[in-house]
């Protein structure tokens, strides 16, 4: 029952339920002792009441009232718990390492406890008191569990390596936790990329990518039409409940609208397939970047742009094509103070060198000299159709040669004019740098490309208006920035610096971009 016997009331908000408190009585009771809300308590997160009452559920701050009951949770003995529950990519490396460089950062011991064959419980506390602060748990499943997990309330963040489906997305609305695609409800913590693999015997050493799609489809059975010898491909994938497993499905085979063969290898995780394609002569896998094992990297290619592959530079730039952001998804819900403070943590960086040394590409912005960007240039020249002229190429190497182009870069959702799960994280990221004032006195070029399909001139229009999309974008997200210090420009070159070629989507998907170039 809930008594109000004033006008004013606290201000409420959504927090994290830590699953240690059960639901059970409690009244909580304002200092003056002019209002009283009871109902089963739900949650406590050092700071803020969760309480069911007969009107809904309500959230109270907790400097402001007092707790009688069974249910009232000590107050000097709290302890912060956060479950992660999702992608073995994310959780058997990253985390641990991030959460280490956290505890080492606030001068916190971490000690760490297996529950069980995934799952695994670090535990903060205080080194002086040896009170514990904190109690991580990660469980480590695949993308598709975590989610699960999510709904179910048994994980509060989810580790995921694709973004979140549609049915993921109304299901997470239905159950009261928010559009999880919305602002704040994910974060990127890392980068990774989708490699094909080899045996380090096996002598091909550039695929298309095109081509790569079909070999996972069975189309091309044979490495004879891949330029190796006469033998049968042997496909190794993960497993299809997997988060790399469904990126490969959703990047490679369904844009060409094909299936998975029957007769490829599935793994269930990373380890395990490098293993199988190392000992494999006339294997061929997908995996992650960060987990390639002893097998030998394949360069994608094709005829219209250099062979590349998942360096950390390609990978932060998204030149390279299947880069795959590594997210956390967060329900509408309040986290912990010490939960709050680790989020925070990942953005500074520290945090991004400790994800460079864990084997992932950090998301810390850097500048690259023109000079340093000569095969890009060099591939401009040679592949430039018959619509780009002689002083079209000139004007664009005399523009940027004064400039040094940021890794952060915009691209946009396949057959749409959004911006794709990085980008939009770009957007807030490069906003923050603004309003911290690390690009004052400096001048920003935001410049748009394009694919080469149909004519240049309304190709070199469109790109000019991505670019000036983007640029709105991201002062609107500035919201605190002085923008009189900096000065922002657009311009455009249309198809005239491509990365790939235009005869298939991912090599459309490549061109269509907004560089951030800076002086």
């Not at 707790?67 to 990253?94: D, H, M």
């Not at 695609?181 to 990774?192: E, F, K, Q, T, Y």
């Not at 603004?434 to 690009?439: F, I, P, S």
Request: glycine letters at 8%.
């Amino acid at each position: 029952m809930m008594i109000v016997r004033a006008a004013r009331v606290a201000a409420l908000y959504w927090f994290c339920s830590v699953g240690a408190v059960v639901a059970q009585d409690v009244t909580l009771i304002s200092r003056d002792g002019d209002v009283e809300i009871s109902g089963d308590l739900l949650g406590f997160d050092g700071e803020f009441y969760r309480v069911q009452t007969i009107y809904g559920e309500l959230t109270v701050d907790g400097s402001g009232v007092r707790c009688e009951g069974p249910g009232c949770p000590n107050l000097e003995s709290y302890v912060a718990r956060v479950g992660f529950s999702g992608a073995p990519t994310i959780g058997r490396v990253l985390m641990p390492a991030l959460l280490e460089a956290f505890a080492l950062r606030h001068q916190y011991d971490l000690t760490r406890e297996t529950l069980d064959d995934d799952r695994f419980v670090y535990i903060l506390s205080n080194p002086e008191t040896a009170t514990v602060l904190g109690e991580f748990t990660l469980r480590l499943s695949n993308t598709d569990e975590g989610f699960a997990d999510l709904l179910a309330n048994e994980a509060d963040i989810v580790m995921s390596v694709r973004e979140v489906r549609q049915s993921e997305r109304q299901r997470a609305r239905e159950a009261g936790l928010g559009d999880l695609s919305a602002r704040g409800r994910s974060r990127i913590v890392a980068l990774d990329a989708l490699v094909p693999v080899v045996a380090p015997s096996n002598p091909v050493q550039r695929i298309t990518t095109p081509q790569l799609a079909r070999v996972l489809s069975g189309d091309i059975a044979s490495w004879a039409e891949l330029g190796g010898p006469d033998a049968p491909i042997t496909v190794h994938v993960l497993d299809g409940a997997s988060g790399i497993g469904q990126a490969t499905q959703d990047r490679l085979l369904a844009p060409i609208d094909k299936s998975m063969s029957d007769a490829a290898q599935a793994h269930p995780d990373g380890p395990t397939l490098a293993q199988a394609v190392a000992g494999d002569p006339f294997g061929l896998g997908v995996t992650s970047r960060s987990e390639l094992g002893n097998t030998w990297e394949l360069a994608l290619e094709g005829e219209c742009g250099f062979a590349l592959r998942a360096t950390r530079r390609a990978v932060k730039t998204e030149d390279y094509p299947l880069t795959a952001p590594l997210f956390l998804y967060m329900p509408a819900r309040r986290f912990p103070k010490l939960m709050r403070e680790f989020l925070a943590y990942l953005r500074d960086p520290s945090a991004q060198l400790v994800i460079r040394r864990a084997g992932f590409v950090d998301r810390a912005p850097e500048e690259i000299a023109i000079n340093a960007q000569g095969d890009r240039f060099a591939n401009a020249i040679a592949r430039a159709g018959p619509e780009i002229d002689l002083s079209e190429l000139q004007r664009m190497v005399r523009i940027l040669a004064p400039l040094r182009r940021l890794t952060t870069t915009f691209r946009f959702e396949a057959g749409s004019a959004g911006l794709d799960a990085q980008s939009r994280s770009n957007v807030q990221q490069l906003a923050r740098a603004l309003e911290l004032g690390l690009y004052d006195a400096r001048r920003l070029v935001f410049v748009g490309f394009s694919d080469g399909e149909g004519p240049a001139g309304p190709n070199k229009a469109i790109a000019m208006r991505r670019a000036e999309a983007v640029r709105r974008a991201v002062t609107t997200a500035a919201e605190t920035a002085n923008l009189d210090r900096i000065t922002l420009e657009t311009d455009a070159f249309g198809e005239a610096m491509p990365m790939a070629c235009d005869d298939s989507e991912w090599g459309r998907q490549v061109n269509r971009r907004v560089e951030v170039w800076v002086r």
